[in-house]
C-alpha cells in the first residue's frame, strides 16, 4: 500500500525564513535513496543543495525553480512504499505506553521532519485506524509558496544538463534552448562548449521585470542581496564608522612573490597580494588586539577574541559572500594561500555553505582586482575592523631622494570607534602596511 510523505523546506541555518528553488535533481517516478541531493536552492547567506532522509519514489514536485518557499513549507511529495510490503499496523497485542516518534529521523543539522508520524498503541488499548491521510494522494502546494517572480531568470535545463554544463564551464544564461519550450538540451550545451552555439534570445519582458512603457527593469530584492543589504544598514547605524587611509610601496613584497613562485616549497601554489594582506592581518591583529575584538550591546561588554576567523570579501553571481578562513592566525603563509584558493573557487561557484560564513572576527576586501584605488568599506556585523585593499599599480615614488617607478598600493581601513579608538587603529593599520611594504619586518613582531 503507497505511503505518501510530504518533504519540507529545511531550516539550513539559525534563522533563515525563506529561500528560492534554484533547481531541482529530481522528477516524478524517480527512485530516491537516503541522503540523495533532490534540489539546490538559495537562502539569504548561500546556495544550498538539500538531500532527503528517506528512500523511495518521487511523486510530485510541489513547487517551481524560481519560487520562493518558507521555510518548513513542503516542496516534494515521495512514496516510501512503493511496493507496499510495509508491515501492517499490529490489531491486536498491547504494548507499553510510549511517546509519539516519527517514523525517519531527521538528517542531524537540516531539522526536516516526516509529515506523516505514527504513535503507538497505549497499554490495553485498541488500537485506532490508520488515519487515512496515510493513503491518500499527495496535497497540493501550500499557500506558503509564494508565485514565481518575475526577475531573476532561471534557464531552463534538466539536472544532467547543468550537470554538463557546469563540467564544461558553460553559463547557461547565455544559452537559447532549442528544445519545445525553450529547454536547453544536451546538445546546446556542447555547441556553446565547441564555440558554435546561438547566444540567448532576449528574455521576454514578462520574465525579465521589463516595461517596454517605461524603459525600466524591476528585480525582486530576495537571496544574498536581501541579506546583505540588511546587515550593512544595521552596521552602517550601528558602528560609528571611521575611516583611515594608507599609502605605501610593496615593490620589495611583489619581488618576494615572484621568488616564492620559483620556489620548491611554493610550486602549484598560488600566492597572491590578499594571501601576504591575510598574513599581515593576522600579524597585526596579535599587536593590537582591538581590531579583532567585538562590542556586544546586550551584555555591554567589549569581547576579545584570541583567535582570527578572517573574513574574504568575494563578489558572486549571486551578490557579496564572506566566507571565512578558520584559526587564519594558526595557518602558514603556505597554508593561507591554500586556504584562500579553496575559498574563493567554492564562492565563485556559488556553492559556498551558511556555516562558512558565521563568527568572522575581522574581514579583509580586495577591489584592486576591480582596478579600483581604495574604498571606505562597511563593517560586517559582529566585527569591528575591515581592511580594503586598492589596486598595485607602477607610480612614481622617492627612493633615497630620486624619484623611481615603484609598485604602490593604498589601504584603508574602517572600524568601530566604539571598540577602537584612532591610536589602535592607526597602529594597526601601520602594522599591516609595514609588513606589506617589507615582509621581512615579519620576523620581528
Known amino acids: 500500500m503507497p505511503e505518501y510523505k510530504q518533504f519540507p523546506l529545511a531550516d539550513t541555518a539559525e534563522g533563515l525564513t525563506e529561500a528560492d528553488i534554484i533547481a531541482w535533481q529530481v522528477k516524478p517516478g524517480d527512485k530516491v535513496t537516503v541522503n540523495q541531493i533532490v534540489v539546490e536552492v538559495e537562502t539569504a547567506k548561500a546556495a544550498v543543495e538539500l538531500p532527503i532522509p528517506w528512500a523511495g519514489v518521487v511523486t510530485e514536485l510541489l513547487v517551481e525553480p524560481g519560487q520562493t518557499v518558507e521555510v518548513g513549507a513542503p516542496i516534494l511529495t515521495i512514496d516510501v512504499d512503493p511496493d507496499g510490503k510495509a508491515a501492517p499496523a499490529p490489531t491486536a497485542a498491547p504494548v507499553a505506553e510510549e511517546p509519539a516518534e516519527e517514523e525517519m529521523k531527521p538528517l542531524v543539522g537540516y531539522g526536516s521532519k516526516a509529515v506523516v508520524t505514527h504513535r503507538r498503541a497505549r497499554k490495553g488499548a485498541t488500537p485506532a485506524p490508520a488515519p487515512a491521510a496515510v493513503a ?143 598574513k599581515a592581518v593576522c600579524l597585526a591583529a596579535k599587536r593590537t588586539p582591538d581590531v579583532n575584538a567585538v562590542w556586544d550591546e546586550a551584555a555591554q561588554e567589549i569581547v576579545y577574541k584570541d583567535y582570527v576567523h578572517l573574513g574574504i570579501a568575494a563578489a558572486t553571481p549571486r551578490g557579496l559572500v564572506v566566507p571565512k578562513v578558520r584559526d587564519a592566525d594558526l595557518m602558514s603563509l603556505k597554508e593561507l594561500a591554500i586556504a584562500l584558493t579553496e575559498l574563493t573557487d567554492v564562492a565563485r561557484e556559488g556553492k559556498t555553505t551558511p556555516a562558512a560564513m558565521l563568527g568572522g572576527t575581522i574581514t579583509i576586501t580586495n577591489v584592486g582586482v576591480f582596478g579600483v584605488d581604495t574604498g571606505t568599506p562597511i563593517i560586517n556585523p559582529g566585527e569591528s575592523a575591515i581592511l580594503c585593499l586598492g589596486a598595485i599599480k607602477d607610480t612614481p615614488w622617492v627612493v633615497d631622494g630620486e624619484i623611481k617607478v615603484r609598485k604602490v598600493l593604498q589601504l584603508s581601513l574602517s572600524f568601530d570607534h566604539r571598540v577602537v579608538d584612532g591610536q589602535q587603529g592607526s597602529e594597526f593599520l601601520a602594522d599591516v602596511g609595514a609588513l606589506l611594504a617589507d615582509p621581512a619586518v615579519a620576523i620581528t613582531y
Not at 169 to 183: K, N, R, Y
Not at 232 to 255: C, G, K, N, R, W
Open 136 to 278: 491518500v494522494a499527495p496535497a497540493p502546494a501550500v499557500a506558503a509558496v509564494s508565485s514565481k517572480p518575475k526577475g531573476g531568470y532561471v534557464p531552463l535545463a534538466k539536472p544532467p544538463v547543468r550537470k554538463l554544463a557546469k563540467d564544461l564551464g558553460v553559463d547557461l544564461h547565455a544559452l537559447t534552448g532549442t528544445a519545445e519550450g525553450g529547454v536547453i538540451t544536451r546538445d546546446d550545451v556542447q555547441a556553446a562548449a565547441n564555440g558554435s552555439a546561438a547566444p540567448a534570445a532576449a528574455v521576454s519582458s514578462v520574465d525579465s521585470g521589463y516595461d517596454p512603457a517605461t524603459r525600466e527593469r524591476r528585480v525582486p530584492i530576495k537571496g544574498v542581496r536581501k541579506a546583505t543589504a540588511a546587515a550593512m544598514v544595521q552596521s552602517a547605524y550601528t558602528a560609528p564608522h571611521v575611516t583611515e587611509f594608507l599609502t605605501i610601496d610593496v615593490t620589495p613584497m611583489m619581488e618576494f612573490r615572484e621568488k616564492l613562485k620559483k620556489s620548491r616549497e611554493f610550486a602549484g601554489v598560488k600566492v597572491t597580494p590578499l594571501t601576504f594582506a591575510a
